[in-house]
């Protein structure tokens, strides 16, 4: 590769002429217009998240100052703060009331932001078919949607999971396989939403005895919580492709005992 160092306009298309004829590259795929719009909705709405987690975490750090400990729930912080708001001295009262305030109007844009994804969500036939899965809500079905589209660009579900940084790494040497951790690779975004939502399955489980639910139990009893919670995500990305690739002729679970 001797005369190829320089970065330039005629070794840059020279690579991607190389590039294209190489049967094993991948490409990033491609959105249409209401794949970009909806991703617009998710990303305005996970910053949202981030910046009220910032905005109570601020809140905890100067009252502790004032040796106030605070609940972790946002409902229960809202309402501690509010009780004890006027013993507050000075400059402070008026800025934790602000912050306080900031924190509403953040809590107020996630609700709309919500309402709306989950309209986008119900009115379509394959957000609705995803939706069937366990641990797969409104939101996550809608952020599947607009990131994977019909999974034409996957050959199978595992490469999905592996997109999302829910596979295994290898460190593989000498004729030893050996496997990590999940990579973490690719979108945090869905990543952290299919994990929630299979942390909210094995939450539910309760007595239920169908085949999954017995499958769930089992995993977490042989594996831990996070390796099962860590499963379940990657076993929704896997039939989520499955789903959009084949739409109806794909059943989403198999039937209950």
């Known amino acids: 590769m001797s005369g190829k160092r320089g970065k330039n306009d005629a070794a840059d298309a020279a690579a991607i002429c190389e590039a294209v004829t190489r049967p094993s590259m991948r490409f990033v795929p491609l959105k249409d217009e209401h794949q970009q719009a909806t991703l617009c909705l998710h990303r305005t709405r996970q910053g949202f998240v981030e910046e009220r987690t910032a905005t109570y975490n601020r ?128 979108d945090a975004y869905l990543r952290g939403l299919l994990v929630n939502g299979a942390r909210a399955v094995i939450a539910s489980l309760g007595e239920k005895q169908d085949r999954f639910s017995r499958w769930v139990r089992t995993l977490v009893e042989r594996r831990g919580y996070w390796r099962a919670a860590i499963a379940i995500a990657a076993k929704n990305a896997r039939l989520a492709w499955a789903s959009l690739k084949y739409g109806e002729d794909f059943r989403l679970e198999p039937v209950a005992d």
């Open 59 to 186: 809140l905890r750090g100067l009252l502790s100052e004032f040796g106030v400990v605070l609940p972790q729930s946002p409902e229960k912080l809202r309402r501690y703060i509010t009780e004890h708001l006027d013993s507050l001295p000075g400059w402070a009262k008026r800025s934790i009331s602000d912050l306080l305030e900031h924190a509403g109007h953040i809590e107020d844009r996630l609700l709309e932001y919500d309402r709306a994804i989950a309209e986008i969500a119900r009115a379509d036939a394959r957000s609705k078919r995803l939706m069937q899965l366990r641990g797969i809500g409104p939101t996550t079905a809608s952020a599947l949607l607009a990131s994977i589209g019909a999974g034409h660009d996957f050959r199978n579900g595992r490469q999905v999971a592996a997109w999302i940084g829910l596979t295994p790494g290898q460190y593989s040497s000498g004729g030893k396989a050996r496997l990590g951790g999940i990579t973490k690779a690719g």
